[in-house]
């Protein structure tokens, strides 16, 4: 009794005994068929918005479709598309202007960042030692006091221009001098003041 063998085991056999569908021979490299697609949005790794691509069937059916990332490479939806990037792309943006740094404008920003500390008091609170009146456990020192001026004033200043020789151990307000550029002018004649006051925490 003759019959056909079907499986994957024909496909394996001699040529003269292979099974000649026309259909096995239809359905070779539609996995591998690609789709020309229309991206609505930026995608990474497959193009910018605008852009003709080629995706798979099932990832643009699974993916790009129900989110509206992609359309099909049709008539209608590119000149769609065309229509809507005219509306709604941005101007083309404007050159920016590298304005270099003068000696002018550094000094106005100095001249600045020394009115703001002269015209600023620091807080900074600590516990104190109990029985020992307004001694602080923890000294302030000029580090934490740079690293206050930073936080709270907004100004970056070097740890040469605070002259604090000892820390401050105890609470109350102190008017630690500050040493600048000479060539920012003192403050009515006086010397320029950061004034820092040491509060119970």
């Known amino acids: 009794m003759a019959y056909l063998q079907y499986g994957k085991n024909i496909l394996r056999r001699g040529s003269n005994e ?59 939806f590119a000149h769609l ?25 550094s000094m106005k920003e100095c001249q600045a960042a020394a009115n703001r500390l002269a015209n600023a008091k620091l807080s900074i609170r600590r516990f104190i030692v109990e029985g020992k009146g307004t001694e602080v456990r923890d000294p302030v020192t000029k580090e934490e006091i740079l690293a206050e001026i930073a936080r709270q004033l907004q100004v970056h200043i070097e740890p040469e221009n605070l002259q604090l020789p000892t820390p401050l151990s105890a609470l109350g307000e102190y008017k630690v001098p500050l040493r600048l550029p000479k060539s920012i002018p003192k403050p009515a004649g006086n010397e320029w003041i950061l004034n820092v006051k040491i509060r119970k925490g």
């Not at 059916?61 to 509206?68: D, G, T």
């Not at 598309?81 to 404008?105: A, C, G, L």
């Open 18 to 76: 292979r099974l000649h569908h026309p259909l096995f021979y239809a359905a070779q490299g539609v996995r591998y068929r690609k789709l020309e697609v229309i991206l609505t949005t930026t995608i990474d790794k497959l193009g910018k918005a605008g852009e003709t691509v080629k995706v798979a069937p099932g990832y643009f059916r699974n993916h790009l479709m129900p989110k509206l990332l992609a359309v099909p490479n049709i008539d209608k």
């Open 81 to 105: 598309i065309r229509d809507q990037r005219k509306i709604y792309q941005p101007k083309e943006v404007e050159e920016v202007k590298v304005v270099t740094k003068t000696e002018e404008n």
